[in-house]
């Protein structure tokens, strides 16, 4: 692994990488971008190319072109290795290495099940006729890589063994489920999770397949569910997993918009009437960690599920979520009973249009109630409910007072009565959960103290990985020690080690190129001197009190000649 990790990076460059995700503008010797792993306004989100690494301020997030990858992607080391071993035209060669065996093997079975999936459609002319009938064409078919398996009890396991995997890997991937025999006899028995189903490979950001999910088909006389989905597994969390997102992250980022709809045929027609900047969510509900996925190629989300005002209220707490996480959110409007898969089979154009017309999530709220009917008090009281709680939640006071006109104008009431009322508004529990639950990356910021022991311990790093630079009025590791104390400059020392790259990278972008840099040093260490001689006189005015209660005059006289000596030794330093 450690050959071909090493071919992937002098292959890639950093700036190349990330170059591919950010818009990253040239910063001296480094290129700086707006993070896109928390939100900011300022740029603190440094790539340094001398050091093939990146790091952000702000969030104190870095790492290289693997790290990276893996944060942007959402995928784990395998992943990221994947993805850039593609990119960079280089063959993973795997050593011996448990863990990752034992994942590839995984990631082999889940394949082998979709090559037999894929050979059982390739069968039966019933469920092909089904598909091209629900407007699924042969190229959809082949790029989706879609299934069928019959409803047989244990066909896939016994396909699988055969293959040479093991029922522990059939059964950590999911593929075949543990049941109880018969009354009568002992043991367990396996059998198949999916039967009698067309199957839909799902495949992470790297292009593995990670599970399935399978919509059943033909006549079954039992009751089933209409799709089964994976269970959660080592491999799928259905909580970060959007149906599609690997096809579609390329066109996300380039139409800087992400379609997002409810099942499998709707993302497969939508990608193939065009719109490939669309994902599904697979019927399960929005979640934070879905969003965070998306959040770092675009802000901009629009929901096509097939809504009606009761499907726009029930989709409420999605919606609040979305705007927590930073996103403005469209709504667009299908014909009453239609979704996005029977539209695109009537016209893929009036698809693409629902989609180019969609409307703020707000505008199309308004004009749901309007549609519905509600007048005068009703309609009043419906906007209450219903609008004005999501009024409040923008962001912008611009955006509110827009909306705030709107529901003026619909009402016919002074808009000093509307902000009244919203005023008044108190967060709805449903709203607090959502936000609370979003998480914020606000770093926790260090002591003044610390701060700039930081800054001196990267100088000294940073001074002792150069040769053309000469200090000629200070030596700061000299220094340092004499303020420390041998002992405390060991500790502090080794403290920062595992920081060695971050701090040699922030005091590159501080001080590279920097004029007097002698002196920017000397004025770090006095100011270190200030601050210990602060937190010295904070101990002794402590001690000084103590000696006071104790009524010791021999003690008292020796507190007050150390107070004394250093508020000198501060008064000096001050001038």
């Known amino acids: 692994m450690a050959s071909t990790v090493e071919q992937i990076k002098a292959r890639l460059s950093i700036v190349e990488v990330a170059g591919s995700y950010l818009k990253l503008e040239k910063a001296g010797g480094n290129f700086r971008a707006q993070c896109p792993f928390h939100n900011e306004k300022t740029p603190s989100f440094f790539v340094s190319p001398s050091r093939q690494s990146y790091h952000c301020f702000g969030c104190n997030q870095g790492g290289d072109i693997f790290t990276f990858v893996q944060e942007m992607e959402g995928v784990d080391f395998l992943g990221s290795l994947k993805i850039l071993a593609e990119r960079a035209g280089v063959e993973i060669s795997y050593q011996s290495q448990p863990d990752k065996n034992k994942f590839e093997r995984l990631y082999t079975c889940l394949e082998a099940a979709t090559k037999i999936y894929e050979a059982g459609l390739a069968k039966d002319s019933a469920v092909q006729k089904y598909l091209l009938d629900r407007g699924v064409s042969t190229e959809s078919i082949k790029k989706f890589r879609l299934g069928f398996v019959a409803d047989s009890w244990r066909f896939l396991h016994d396909e699988l063994i055969q293959q040479k995997f093991t029922l522990n890997e059939l059964l950590t991937t999911g593929l075949v489920v543990e049941g109880e025999r018969n009354s009568g006899t002992k043991g367990k028995v396996y059998y198949d999770r999916f039967r009698g189903r067309i199957m839909f490979p799902l495949v992470d950001p790297a292009g593995r397949v990670i599970g399935f999910s399978g919509r059943i088909f033909g006549n079954n006389n039992q009751v089933v569910a209409k799709y089964l989905n994976s269970p959660q597994t080592e491999l799928f969390d259905k909580s970060r997993f959007l149906f599609g997102y690997d096809k579609a992250k390329i066109a996300i980022r380039r139409a800087d918009q992400v379609v997002l709809v409810e099942g499998q045929l709707d993302l497969v027609l939508s990608h193939q009437a065009g719109v490939e900047n669309t994902v599904a969510g697979s019927g399960t509900a929005l979640t934070i960690e879905q969003l965070t996925l998306l959040s770092r190629l675009t802000k901009n989300l629009v929901m096509a599920y097939d809504y009606d005002l009761a499907g726009l209220k029930a989709s409420r707490r999605a919606i609040n979520l979305a705007q927590a996480s930073g ?7 299908l014909p009453s009973g239609s979704d996005p898969a029977d539209l695109i089979k009537q016209d893929p154009t009036k698809w693409q249009q629902a989609i180019t017309r969609a409307k703020h999530h707000i505008d199309f709220l308004l004009d ?38 709107k529901i003026s104008a619909i009402l016919n009431i002074e808009e000093t009565a509307i902000w009244s009322d919203l005023n008044n508004l108190t967060d709805s529990d449903e709203l607090t959960e959502t936000i609370s639950t979003t998480p914020t990356l606000a770093p926790v910021l260090p002591s003044r103290g610390k701060l700039i022991l930081d800054r001196l311990f990267g100088l000294i790093f940073w001074l002792n990985s150069q040769t053309e630079i000469n200090l000629k009025a200070v030596d700061p590791e000299t220094k340092l020690k004499e303020i420390l104390g041998p002992e405390t400059y060991q500790v502090e020392s080794e403290v920062r080690i595992k920081d060695r790259e971050k701090l040699i990278m922030e005091t590159e972008h501080f001080y590279l190129g920097a004029e007097a840099l002698d002196q920017t040093i000397i004025e770090l260490l006095d100011n270190l001197r200030l601050e210990h001689l602060r937190q010295a006189l904070k101990e002794a005015l402590a001690e000084l009190r103590q000696a006071e209660l104790a009524k010791d005059p021999s003690r008292l006289e020796q507190c007050l000649k150390k107070c004394q000596a250093i508020t000198q030794e501060l008064n000096i330093l001050k001038k």
């Not at 996103?327 to 409007?333: E, G, N, P, R």
């Not at 008090?377 to 009024?391: E, G, H």
């Open 368 to 405: 749901a109630l309007v549609e519905e009917g509600y007048q005068g008090l009703d309609l009043n009281r419906a906007i209450n409910q219903d609008v004005l709680p999501a009024v409040k939640q923008l962001a912008k006071k611009m955006e509110q007072a827009h909306f705030i006109t």
């Open 327 to 333: 996103f403005s959110i469209k709504i667009a409007k």
